[in-house]
């Protein structure tokens, strides 16, 4: 069964400095990886994903993320983190092998950026 | 193009009712997924819809049902509620569904049962 890891409940970074939330998933074939953020009281807003190729993906307000097969890691980066970027963050994974439209999630991470 | 839609945004309701969701894909989607999220489980796969057949389903009680309308536009049921339903309810739709697509989420339903 194919599973994500968020290890940290939450990450505390100053307004400027880089973010990282990190992520590790487990599945039987070949990951299609997501991150989704969520703000308060709000869906689920995409921010990037790993299909193939490349395994640094750019996405939506500045965030990347890093895929590293030998890992089984897609960690989540920032150059330079903003106060808007408070948010819960979700990493999740599909693989060939589950059903059609499955995500499987991590638990989240919720960000802290501070003034 | 318009998002997801969820509706209504907000529902109170008590135990042992029965409640209905409705979810309005974004238009030319044809997947359409339910998921629960709760601050204990997290994130949880309800079921999967595709041209109004249910294709997917995850682990949860018969008392959870949903379909699916010729305009994709899907609905879930929730029957006998318990407290432990109290949730908020996320609706995501894709192309087709395959693994490849990004889902879209819309704003949620959250459901209170007391």
């Known amino acids: 069964a194919q599973s994500v890891a968020q290890p940290e409940d939450q990450v505390n970074v100053a307004e400027g400095n880089p973010l990282t939330v990190k992520c590790t998933y487990s599945?039987?074939?070949?990951?299609?990886l997501f991150w989704y953020v969520q703000y308060p009281n709000r869906g689920l807003q995409f921010l990037l994903k790993y299909i193939t190729g490349d395994n640094l993906v750019k996405g939506s307000y500045g965030f990347e993320a890093e895929f590293n097969k030998s890992q089984t890691s897609f960690h989540l980066k920032k150059p330079s983190a903003l106060v808007s970027d408070s948010a819960l963050y979700f990493c999740a994974v599909r693989d060939l092998n589950s059903g059609y439209s499955t995500l499987t999630f991590g638990k989240g991470t919720m960000l802290l950026v501070s003034p | 193009k318009a998002g997801v839609t969820q509706t209504p945004r907000y529902l109170i309701k008590t135990r042992g009712q029965q409640v209905t969701l409705s979810c309005s894909p974004i238009?030319?989607?044809?997947?359409v997924s339910w998921y629960q999220q709760t601050p204990g489980q997290g994130l949880q796969f309800l079921f999967e819809?595709?041209?109004?057949?249910?294709?997917n389903k995850g682990n949860f009680p018969g008392r959870f049902s949903g379909r699916q309308f010729s305009n994709s536009r899907s609905e879930m049921n929730v029957s006998t509620l318990e407290l432990g339903d109290s949730a908020l309810y996320l609706c995501a739709s894709s192309l087709v569904g395959v693994e490849q697509e990004t889902q879209y989420f819309g704003p949620g339903t959250r459901l209170l049962v007391l």
């Open positions: 819809y595709f041209s109004e057949t249910q294709r």
């Open positions: 599945v039987s074939g070949n990951p299609y």
């Open positions: 238009s030319g989607h044809r997947s």
